[in-house]
């Protein structure tokens, strides 16, 4: 079945520093979507892209839906504490399928620097 | 600010007992899913359901059924529960027309031992 690769699987921050994330797939994507997850909680969304090359940005977070429609990411700028959780990415089929058309990416875990 | 929410956020079963999850969403839409998100594996789709009495197998609809009596009722049942069941299930609903975003609910989290 269709897969989404995202990357890093995991990546430490320090108070400040600017985060970068992607996520890939062979696959084409109508949309895409990006959701934060706190432990314990369900992933609320972050930011939603509709078109190919769209640039949003969503206060410290800016988000593409790269040209080939295959890809995305997700940057954070000058990252907080509360920053920290895990992050998916999803994107939609142009189908439907098994998958209810939404397929997500196995998640870039985001921890504070010791 | 009440959006999707889950009968349960712990939850412990034995092996062979019957389970029950419950999901309600207040949002009137017309789409409902059941995932189980497990560490390096990610959410993966259990059950979906476009329409009240319906319902479609995800991913992984092995060991699990579905009910949705009501529009508002999602409902997934372990016939008879078993430890690699042990998963955070979470619950989630959109849009029959967009279909695109989950809001989602704070997720069960359940043990079989």
């Known amino acids: 079945g269709q897969q989404l690769n995202q990357s890093p699987q995991s990546m430490f921050i320090q108070e400040g520093e600017d985060v970068s994330m992607n996520c890939t797939s062979s696959s084409i994507f109508n949309t895409w979507l990006w959701y934060k997850q706190d432990p314990g909680e369900g992933p609320v969304l972050l930011i939603a892209?509709?078109?190919?090359?769209e640039l949003t940005s969503n206060g410290r977070l800016t988000a593409q839906f790269g040209i080939t429609r295959k890809d995305s990411f997700l940057n954070i700028s000058a990252s907080i504490p509360s920053d920290v959780g895990i992050y998916f990415c999803a994107g939609q089929l142009p189908y439907g399928g098994s998958q209810g058309n939404l397929i997500f990416g196995k998640g870039t875990k985001l921890s504070v620097k010791p | 600010d009440v959006k999707v929410t889950q009968s349960s956020r712990y939850l412990v079963k034995r092996t062979g007992e019957k389970v029950f999850l419950e999901c309600v969403q207040d949002m009137d839409h017309e789409n409902m899913f059941w995932y189980r998100q497990d560490p390096g594996l990610g959410l993966r789709l259990i059950y979906f359901s476009y329409d009240v009495k319906m319902k479609e197998k995800g991913d992984i609809p092995e060991g699990y059924s579905v009910s949705r009596e009501k529009k508002e009722r999602f409902s997934l049942i372990l016939e008879s529960a078993s430890t690699n069941q042990t998963s955070m299930y979470l619950c989630?609903?959109?849009?029959?027309?967009?279909?695109?975003?989950?809001?989602f609910g704070p997720g069960t989290r359940l043990t079989v031992t």
């Open positions: 892209l509709y078109k190919a090359g």
């Open positions: 989630a609903s959109s849009l029959l027309r967009s279909g695109v975003h989950r809001d």
